[in-house]
């Protein structure tokens, strides 16, 4: 786990108030398990204590010791148990070995006793959830990059079987508006690793910027990447991403995204690219405007809304670039899905193209939104021709829904693409975009997107991803849900964590933790807690004054 310390001066209205967690911070975990019980006792950490692993766990092991040893300043040694699935005692042991297979894919089975801690589950992903919890059993202080005196390194004994509600529990970061370095990612992955979070959504293209290098398109980034201010009527000291020219901006290299891709799949995140079309594109179409409709010129905007910039199907060309933009893409990204957006199609561009108006024509459609369907079907199968999936968002069922395509709901769609038999992300704008204000008091809070009202901690809290009335036979197209933060409005790091914290702990528990264990008073409780880990981790976030805990 990386550490870095942010701080943000201008920013600092009190969401959560911290207090002593002494004697408290047992029982202050987030997510909250499935199944606890405790029981009588502690087992301390000492400098003597030993990290057992099996042969397949190594690895994991090995990220344990590491994040113990800054605050203990325990070099604790890790060895390897090849015959036996038995704790030594003082040890901690992590094994694949006589593991619950009814655990599933990321559960695991964790016991502390006075002697040994054993933590067992069916995958490595199960075991480094099982580690998450093991941090968040021991005091706040485990979580600092220094060696910290006074503190007794001990947890409570404890019986956890545990395992995820759903199978999606996702954090969306727009790198489009506002350009986060490689470094500054991994910092968010790194966050999104406690909270037991296994999606990146990763917001690569829009309007605003084109952010990821492709070696056979080469304006793409030299153009479609940089614009001539921060825009969005922010100083030019707000960020920190500019070249030597003074152009604002940037993009990863090919090297870049396979550390980045590298550095989630140790944390057993998977990242989700997307690459927006038909619409949103300005970017790449300032730098290749023989694919547009109207051959522009296209200013990038700097402000928000929607503007001209879509492709013009109507080109046969314009599918011979996005398919080797795709091919590049595919290299780089090695997991199932490939999100290619779908959203806010400025229509009205194809209505006044002849040549859209033909093509129509041609293929039997009648109106934009079937030219739409058709688009992003064509699409779809060059995806699923590549063994992927293509993930849209709900305006990919306007015109007819690809047959393997996953729905994103942001403006709704769940139940319709459900039933139809399709998978479905839950990231509705009322309880899901982290760009929103956090209270109705604005003049107290950092500049956030104005349009949506206040998303309140409470509010994320009290959201259930699965659809209300949904059959219980198509409960299982939900996969879960994702928190989204769009940078229109967050020119850095200090702020995008701001905006996610502590919103993305709410989002934690709501997909990982059973619906019957989901109570606010309790969460907050833990959540007293969980800051002082997000202080030891220099992790920026909205503070609450100590008379209230959730201001309006």
Not at 113 to 138: D, E, K, M
Request: proline share 6%; with cysteine; aromatic share 12%.
């Amino acid at each position: 786990m990386k550490i870095k310390s942010f701080f943000i001066a201008a920013f600092l209205c009190l969401t959560v108030a911290t207090v002593p967690a002494a004697g408290t911070n047992t029982l202050a975990l987030i997510p909250w398990p499935q199944k606890l019980t405790i029981g009588a006792g502690v087992f301390k950490l000492t400098p003597d204590t030993h990290v057992y692993v099996d042969l397949a766990s190594r690895e994991t092991g090995n990220c344990l010791s590491a994040r113990l040893r800054p605050s203990t300043g325990y070099s604790l040694a890790t060895r390897t148990q090849v015959f036996s699935s038995k704790a030594v005692k003082g040890c901690i042991l992590l094994t694949t070995r006589d593991a619950s297979t009814n655990l599933g894919a990321e559960g695991y089975d964790l016991v502390v006793t006075p002697g040994s801690v054993v933590i067992r589950a069916p995958t490595q992903a199960g075991l480094f959830y099982g580690v998450q919890t093991l941090f968040q059993l021991l005091p706040p202080e485990i979580f600092s990059s220094n060696v910290v005196r006074g503190v007794d390194w001990q947890m409570p004994c404890v019986q956890i079987q545990d395992w995820p509600r759903f199978k999606w529990r996702g954090l969306m970061l727009d790198v489009s508006r506002h350009f986060f370095n490689k470094s500054e990612v991994e910092t968010v992955l790194d966050a999104m690793a406690l909270h037991k979070l296994n999606v990146f959504h990763w917001h690569l293209t829009d309007d605003q910027g084109w952010r990821i290098e492709i070696k056979k398109y080469p304006r793409l980034t030299r153009i479609g990447a940089w614009r001539p201010s921060v825009g969005f009527g922010f100083a030019p000291n707000s960020t920190t991403a500019y070249r030597p020219d003074g152009d604002y901006g940037g993009f990863y290299t090919p090297a870049d995204i396979h550390e980045v891709v590298k550095y989630a799949a140790a944390r057993h995140i998977t990242v989700v690219p997307e690459i927006e079309m038909p619409g949103h594109s300005t970017a790449a179409l300032e730098a290749y405007p023989q694919f547009s409709c109207t051959g522009g010129p296209f200013a990038m905007p700097l402000t928000g809304g929607i503007f001209n910039g879509i492709y013009n199907p109507a080109n046969e060309e314009t599918f011979k670039f996005l398919d080797d933009v795709l091919t590049e893409v595919f290299q780089l990204f090695p997991d199932k899905y490939i999100h290619l957006g779908g959203d806010e199609v400025p229509k009205e561009t194809w209505k006044n193209s002849p040549a859209c108006q033909a093509l129509m024509k041609q293929e039997g459609l009648t109106n934009e939104d079937q030219l739409q369907g058709w688009f992003m079907r064509r699409m779809e199968k060059f995806v699923s021709a590549h063994g992927r999936t293509m993930i849209g968002w709900s305006e990919i069922l306007q015109g007819g829904l690809a047959s393997n395509a996953v729905v994103m709901d942001w403006i709704g769609g769940a139940k319709e693409a459900a039933s139809a038999g399709h998978d479905v992300v839950m990231s509705p704008t009322a309880c899901c975009y982290l760009d929103f204000y956090q209270s109705t008091h604005r003049a107290t809070e950092p500049r956030a997107a104005t349009w949506g009202g206040a998303l309140t901690l409470r509010k994320v809290y009290s959201f259930d991803p699965m659809p209300a009335n949904l059959p219980s036979q198509l409960q299982s197209h939900i996969l879960g849900t994702q928190g989204n933060l769009w940078t229109e409005w967050v020119p850095n790091l200090e702020h995008a964590e701001y905006m996610i914290f502590p919103r993305e702990c709410a989002i934690a528990e709501i997909t990982w933790s059973s619906e019957s264990s989901h109570n606010w008073g309790d969460f907050m409780r833990r959540l007293q807690i969980h800051v002082q880990r997000l202080d030891e981790l220099g992790i920026n976030y909205r503070r609450a004054s100590r008379q209230t805990l959730e201001p309006n």
